[in-house]
């Protein structure tokens, strides 16, 4: 088993910031992508930003330049900066990672495993 742990949500108002934190424990083998996705009252869950093994990262356009993407590899972890919220990006926050696991046979396979999320409230 996998699982994703999220930590960071909160209360904030417009135009302050917020870390989001995503640990990633259980049979892993290795990490590939680890993203953030949310999903507003109402709308279908959206990317907001992924970022492979390597480090490459990818954002929702219309967030660059306010939310930045990292990890720490040593600790399995993912972390999103939001800063400049607005009471749009108001929205359940889930994390998202792609890993290899090992089965109790021992065996190696690919797994998706999606976090229970966490609530960014931006309000005044």
């Known amino acids: 088993q996998v699982q994703l742990v999220e930590s960071g949500g909160g209360l904030v108002q417009p135009g302050g910031s917020l870390r989001l934190s995503c640990a990633a424990s259980?049979?892993?083998?290795?990490?590939?992508?680890m993203a953030w996705y949310r999903q507003a009252p109402g709308k279908e869950r959206e990317l907001v930003a992924v970022?492979?093994?390597?480090?490459?990262?990818n954002y929702t356009d219309s967030l660059k330049g306010r939310f930045t993407i990292s990890r720490d590899h040593a600790k399995n972890t993912v972390y999103l900066q939001m800063n400049s919220l607005k009471p749009e990006d108001t929205a359940v926050y889930y994390c998202h990672t792609n890993v290899v696991t090992v089965t109790v046979g021992a065996a190696y396979r690919d797994l998706a495993v999606w976090g229970q999320g966490t609530l960014v409230t931006v309000s005044s």
């Open positions: 259980g049979r892993i083998v290795s990490i590939n992508t």
């Open positions: 970022i492979s093994s390597g480090g490459s990262t």
